[in-house]
């Protein structure tokens, strides 16, 4: 496994105490915590708290990006525990300090196309009348979605569409200028998640939920040549 590299952004987008990322950081910055691996992957820790210790369960994924399972002795109660200060601190502990992450919870984009010949559902072959396609107001959507990561990946990297689940509630004629918006709703390690929505003009004529993942471009494009036909 990779070490351990979980960004601010990944632990805020999961089930957490309100506010306790920001908490998890200041008990982390005062010091005291102590951990040890137990297997490849599975960290315990003794987190202080109120003079004495919380103890913390962490299993990073494979990549170590992102949290698998965690446990806290404050959340032992919770069917599906959230993310406390204490899992926080002990998380950092192991990795040795805040990862920087250029991703933005809550960023958004937008992008605009003006329904033509090569983006009607006659053209594309999703239909037969001369009117803005789905497949298309998806590809906008996607392109929105890819704006939203300008600036934010390292070089060599680049991001692929995994999921996309949306409705195309009216249709669009010839000529009619359409903008589909993206926003970065949670931050998964690798995965990113994004609620998408498209207008013509200031009426919605679609939207949904969208997820990319950030892939090292050499890397996937060499697994993508070598897949057997």
């Known amino acids: 496994m990779s070490k351990p590299a979980v960004s601010l952004a990944t632990l805020e987008s999961h089930n957490h105490i309100v506010d306790d990322i920001g908490r998890g950081v200041k008990v982390y910055n005062q010091g005291g915590v102590q951990w040890e691996e137990w297997e490849p992957g599975l960290y315990l820790a003794r987190v202080p708290h109120k003079g004495g210790f919380k103890t913390v369960k962490i299993v990073f994924t494979r990549d170590g990006q992102d949290l698998k399972e965690h446990f806290c002795d404050c959340t032992w109660r919770y069917k599906d525990p959230p993310v406390c200060r204490h899992v926080v601190a002990a998380a950092l502990a ?28 006659s053209f594309i072959g999703s239909g037969s009348l001369p009117v803005f396609a789905t497949p298309s107001m998806i590809a906008l959507m996607e392109k929105a979605a890819c704006a939203c990561l300008e600036g934010a990946l390292e070089p060599g990297q680049t991001s692929v569409g995994s999921r996309i689940d949306v409705e195309h509630s009216a249709a669009s004629p010839a000529g009619a200028e359409i903008t589909a918006t993206a926003k970065i709703v949670a931050v998964f390690g690798r995965r990113i998640e994004y609620t998408v929505a498209a207008f013509e003009g200031d009426k919605q004529i679609g939207g949904g ?21």
């Open 94 to 121: 192991i990795q040795g300090g805040v990862v920087e992450s250029k991703i933005e919870l809550g960023k958004t984009a937008a992008v605009s196309a003006v329904v033509g010949e090569s983006n009607i559902a």
């Open 209 to 229: 939920k969208h997820t990319r993942s950030i892939v090292e471009e050499a890397r996937f494009m060499e697994k993508t040549r070598t897949k057997k036909v």
